[in-house]
């Protein structure tokens, strides 16, 4: 499917107002000067959630109109993880909704969540990479009230490689400013990392939500391997900036939905100055490479 900027832009309009206020709080906005590119005939978005935000309704939170709009967009697989993650204990049966979810739409991945405060964690993460053949888990430091240093991050890091699971870290889901007063979760600090990936050098860890400044792209540039997706990175030329620090190879396309409406991400990534075969590896290429590497069963889906 080849989408230009003007068909994207005519689903932005489609989903509403309340969208557009979302997509321009999170510095979506785009340049008239920018090359316009069309899409990969292949896109995967390695940054999704089903089902409700606890704190509002969202467009696009029913899973069926959410895969219509990846339809639209030429998104042919999305990783998803699962709103109930954030505040749920019973993260076995969140997962199980999620997998029950996913395994009625061919083009949903489901990932996930596993609390390492909670004291069945452990099975709860073979559970993900065993018998739900999950690729990997999403973990919520922030709001699960753990930090990186934590020896607890670094068991269940650990774990999960020996599993052959990549694990996807949030940074955050909601902008602090935004945030509930009575659920307050600060940006996860990266730095820690290093010391992990130096420890356990098998790990495949992603980094989600991050809107990087000058010193998380030092950060991030610093921690070999470690990738980190496009979902909130800032304006038109931020998705170059940050290939510049990090590699292109280590950027895949995310887009936050439906917190964030994915046409801004696909915007983002056709009003750009990468070349076009930069952009196919950070929309398809790169996630690829990144979720097969290892994985005992990177191509089984459970039905």
């Not at 489901?110 to 405060?117: C, R, S």
């Not at 068991?155 to 307050?184: K, N, W, Y």
């Not at 190879?249 to 995310?254: E, Q, V």
């Amino acid at each position: 499917m080849a989408l230009h900027r003007r068909d994207l832009i005519h689903g932005v309009l489609a989903t509403g107002a309340t969208s557009m206020a979302a997509a321009s709080e999170e510095g979506n906005a785009t340049s008239r000067s920018a090359p316009v590119r069309t899409m990969p005939q292949k896109v995967v978005d390695t940054n999704v959630s089903l089902f409700q935000w606890p704190f509002r309704r969202l467009p696009l939170d029913e899973v069926n109109e959410l895969c219509a709009k990846f339809q639209q967009l030429g998104i042919t697989e999305a990783w998803a993880g699962s709103f109930e993650g954030l505040l749920h204990r019973d993260l076995r049966a969140a997962n199980e909704r999620l997998l029950k979810a996913c395994q009625k739409r061919e083009q949903l991945i489901p990932v996930g969540a596993v609390n390492p405060t909670l004291p069945d964690w452990k099975h709860d993460l073979k559970l993900c990479l065993g018998r739900f053949a999950m690729p990997g888990v999403r973990l919520l430091p922030g709001y699960h009230g753990y930090a990186l240093d934590d020896e607890l991050f670094g068991d269940l890091l650990g774990t999960a490689t020996e599993l052959g699971g990549f694990v996807q870290i949030a940074m955050t889901l909601e902008d602090p400013r935004t945030q509930s007063h009575l659920l307050q979760a600060p940006n996860v600090d990266l730095r820690p990392l290093k010391h992990w990936t130096q420890r356990i050098p098998e790990s495949r860890v992603q980094i989600l939500n991050c809107r990087p400044s000058a010193s998380d792209r030092e950060t991030l540039a610093s921690i070999p391997r470690i990738t980190v997706d496009t979902s909130r990175v800032d304006g038109t030329d931020g998705v170059a900036t940050l290939a510049r620090a990090t590699g292109i190879d280590r950027l895949l396309f995310g887009s936050h939905s439906p917190f964030l409406i994915p046409e801004a991400a696909c915007i983002r990534m056709l009003e750009n100055d990468l070349p076009s075969a930069d952009v196919k590896k950070i929309m398809q290429t790169n996630a690829g490479r990144f979720r097969d590497v290892s994985s005992p069963h990177p191509h089984t889906r459970p039905r």
